[in-house]
């Protein structure tokens, strides 16, 4: 024996579920291009004049190997050249990615200080594929100090702080020349 569902219950659920989903479309995410999650993470770093041989010996390998440790790490590439490097890492599925970027930024700040001098702060990134690399927030710093000494206390003291904080994907420090030459004369005692 078959129950007949009336027409009055079938439009009120009908038109109960409409209102449901008219409302919930406010809060769909519409882009052109949509982005993927991607599961990767990059860290790049510097060292002025720096031979690629030496940048590998003794920045590259160095990061790697505590990079290595990290749980849920599927591959990890890195490259040097002459005057720079990169790290790249790739990790599984069920990884909390948010996580996975701390634990290297706190791996990155808690190793710098056994990298040589002269080897700038590594910077860390996630990226995705639809990413946006125009900066949101640029800060000036002035102060009576040549501008060599300015840019080092800046990524010794501010930049690993700012890279801590959650949903910074990238902190560039720029502006400055790396070294600066000073040459004192004195023209009475020159003599030909």
């Known amino acids: 024996m078959k129950r007949k569902i009336s027409s009055f219950t079938i439009l009120t659920i009908f038109i109960s579920l409409s209102i449901i989903g008219a409302s919930l479309i406010p809060l769909l995410s519409v882009q052109l291009t949509p982005t993927r999650s991607n599961k990767s993470l990059s860290v790049y770093f510097g060292w002025h004049e720096a031979s690629a041989k030496v940048m590998e010996q003794e920045v590259t390998s160095k990061l ?46 808690q190793g710098y200080s056994e990298l040589p001098e002269g080897v700038s702060y590594p910077s860390l990134s996630k990226s995705t594929a639809n990413e946006n690399t125009s900066p949101i927030v640029s800060y000036s710093i002035n102060a009576n100090e040549s501008p060599y000494y300015i ?33 004192e004369y004195n023209a009475k005692n020159y003599t030909s």
Do not use: H, Q
Request: charged content about 25%; glycine content about 8%; proline content about 3%.
């Open 64 to 109: 790697e190997g505590m990079f290595n440790t990290v749980r849920g790490i599927k591959s990890i590439s890195s490259t040097s050249r002459k005057g720079s490097g990169s790290i790249s890492m790739d990790f599984k599925k069920f990884v909390d990615m948010d996580a996975v970027r701390f634990e290297v930024a706190n791996l990155i700040r």
């Open 151 to 183: 840019k080092k206390f800046t990524k010794n003291n501010i930049l690993p702080k700012l890279t801590t904080i959650k949903g910074v994907n990238k902190v560039n420090v720029y502006g400055a020349a790396p070294f600066e030459w000073v040459i």
